[in-house]
């Protein structure tokens, strides 16, 4: 075939079909996967053509036929998340570029229903759930089209929130003989999902360990949030281990503890979540929890592109699951 042709404007499934010698509906079929019943040659040449022209197919065009979009959501709870995110959502929109999707990212809102509403009204093809839809929305939503990953056994698999993470953080801890077990979470942990299950989870191991029930305490990303925080922890019996909800509050107990003279890990042992390159830098250096998010998302994504057609992703990560990071601060 010869070099593209100017047009001056985006490339049609007509220019395409053109191109090809052939009608626009063999262009859509095969451009869309519906493609056995036409020859090899056939296939081959509509896609050399699509690709020299540049052809892009039309979002607008595909909804109106279909009643969705091509917008991929990736719903994430209104609450700290890893510092690495950014990268596990580029990671969802490459895995995905093939069968030509478009990533966005959805903030959860304080009301459930208003959240399924506002992603119903973007009309999309797929839903990235991060532990936010209760199985009320999710069937909601998916009564009304939308495709949301992982399924329920497959996100059940990947102990988010059933205390697979927790359960590392106590083990770390109880290294130390705590006297008392605490969960200390963000401020504004009203609003986050994954909160009530760690908490349980905590609670649980706690009590087998006869430490009693472990308690909550919130705290502001800030040194006299952290002090305070601190505070309440050491009015109790110490010594004491903290399970944080992430790096972010972890290391806001640990700079209170600085501040105030407090020993690391004799009188207070600190296990994040996350395994920041921050974390890692601090002195004492701090214990944590690997989540390998990039193994997470492409096990979504793999379960997405089944769902949608598309090939085997082609540089896999190897799933290595949640691992302990041994630091100085548990």
């Known amino acids: 075939m010869t070099a593209a042709p100017h047009f001056g404007r985006p490339a049609t ?9 052939v009608s626009r509906s063999t262009v859509s079929n095969i451009l869309n996967g519906n493609d056995e019943r036409f020859p090899e040659r056939t296939r081959k040449r509509v896609l050399e053509a699509a690709r020299e022209l540049e052809y892009q197919p039309s979002v607008a065009g595909r909804s109106l036929v279909s009643g969705r979009g091509d917008t991929i959501v990736v719903l994430v709870a209104n609450a700290g998340f890893a510092a690495h995110f950014q990268d596990a959502v ?19 809102g304080e009301n459930p229903r208003a959240t399924s509403e506002a992603i119903a009204v973007l009309r999309p093809l797929a839903v990235v759930d991060f532990g936010v839809l209760s199985l009320e929305e999710r069937t909601w ?16 698999s990947h ?10 953080q106590a083990s770390a801890l109880l290294d130390h003989d705590p006297k008392r077990l605490w969960f200390a979470v963000p401020l504004n942990y009203q609003r986050d999902p994954y909160v009530p299950s760690r908490h349980q989870a905590l609670k649980e191991v ?11 305490v919130a705290l ?15 009015q109790q019996a110490t010594p004491a281990g903290v399970a944080c909800y992430n790096d972010d509050v972890a290391l806001t107990l640990l700079a209170a503890a600085r501040d105030m003279n407090v020993t690391v890990p004799q009188t207070l042992a600190v296990v994040g979540v996350d395994n920041s390159p921050v974390g890692q830098m601090w002195s004492p ?11 997470m998302v492409d096990d979504i994504a793999e379960e997405l592109r089944d769902l949608l057609g598309g090939s085997e992703l082609v540089d896999r990560s190897a799933r290595t699951g949640f691992t302990l990071v041994r630091g100085e601060s548990a």
Do not use: F, W, Y
């Open 13 to 21: 499934s007509a220019d395409v079909a053109q191109r090809a010698g």
């Open 90 to 108: 580029e990671r969802v929109a490459r895995n995905t570029r093939q069968i030509g999707r478009n990533v966005v990212i959805r903030l959860a």
């Open 141 to 156: 939503l998916e009564a009304r089209g939308t495709l949301i990953v992982p399924s329920l056994t497959e996100a059940k």
């Open 159 to 168: 102990s988010a929130r059933d205390g697979g993470i927790t359960e590392l």
């Open 206 to 216: 706690s009590q087998t360990a006869g430490l009693g029930g472990a308690e909550l």
């Open 220 to 234: 502001d990303l800030t040194l006299d949030s952290g002090k305070h925080a601190l505070g309440t922890i050491l």
């Open 285 to 295: 250096r701090l214990t944590t929890v690997d989540t390998d998010l990039i193994g």
